[in-house]
């Protein structure tokens, strides 16, 4: 299966601030998804963008795909504390994953 | 409702015994995946069950894997003579029908330990 791959591996901000963090897959999707992983909750989806659409929001989260570059963009405004983890994309219903951004909001 | 569940928690073992992974998906799903995830090495997709269909065993990376679900609910992912590499977090995730858009909810994940 495709894999999605993060970058970048780490990633440290202050409370407040705004994080972003990209995604590159190689061949043609149907849709992207972003996926949140800490140790309290383990593996969340956050949010689904379909092929044809070029962005989406849900809450403090803004996501971007661009097709002709196979890449993604998730954003995280106004970051908490509780932001604290790892992000992670995967590409169509085989998901698969590389080794995530990490992300410390630090307070 | 309840979430997916999977058991045991964790689980450790020597080299060439087999092992058993549950996994207990949301009811009313009919979409089930297994996955593996090694220590800062992302998720590898493994097998994937819809309904009564074949299985989607394209990701098993050998034949010393292998799944069954049955009555489409329960599945028991299987790895005969564990070998060290296959030490990871096992998640399952379970979805509505399966389609590419459903939102997949994983499970807390089995930790294999593998001596």
């Known amino acids: 299966s495709q894999q999605g791959e993060e970058d970048p591996q780490a990633l440290s901000i202050q409370e407040g601030e705004n994080a972003t963090m990209n995604c590159s897959y190689k061949?043609?999707?149907?849709?992207l998804q972003w996926y949140r992983q800490n140790s309290g909750r383990g593996l969340v989806h956050l949010i689904l963008?379909?092929?044809?659409?070029r962005e989406k929001h849900s809450g403090r989260l803004r996501v971007t795909l661009d097709t002709s570059k196979k890449s993604s963009s998730l954003l995280i405004t106004a970051s908490r504390a509780a932001d604290t983890a790892s992000y992670f994309c995967?590409?169509?219903?085989?998901?698969?994953f590389g080794a995530g951004t990490t992300v410390t909001v630090r307070a | 409702g309840a979430g997916v569940s999977q058991s045991p928690s964790n689980k450790v073992t020597e080299k060439g015994k087999d092992v058993e992974l549950r996994c207990d998906p949301i009811?009313?799903?009919?979409?089930l995946y297994w996955y593996r995830q090694s220590l800062g090495q992302g998720l590898e997709f493994l097998i994937y069950?819809?309904?009564?269909?074949?299985?989607?065993k394209s990701g098993l990376p050998s034949d010393r894997f292998s799944a069954e679900r049955t009555g489409g609910s329960v599945s028991t992912l299987t790895i005969q003579r564990t070998q060290q590499e296959d030490s990871a977090v096992y998640l399952c995730?379970?979805?509505?029908?399966?389609?590419?858009?459903?939102?997949?909810?994983f499970g807390p994940g089995t930790r294999l330990t593998v001596l």
């Open positions: 995730a379970s979805s509505l029908a399966g389609q590419s858009t459903d939102t997949q909810y």
């Open positions: 061949t043609s999707i149907n849709n």
């Open positions: 963008i379909r092929s044809n659409e």
């Open positions: 995967g590409v169509d219903y085989k998901l698969s």
């Open positions: 009811s009313g799903h009919t979409a």
């Open positions: 069950f819809q309904g009564n269909s074949a299985p989607d």
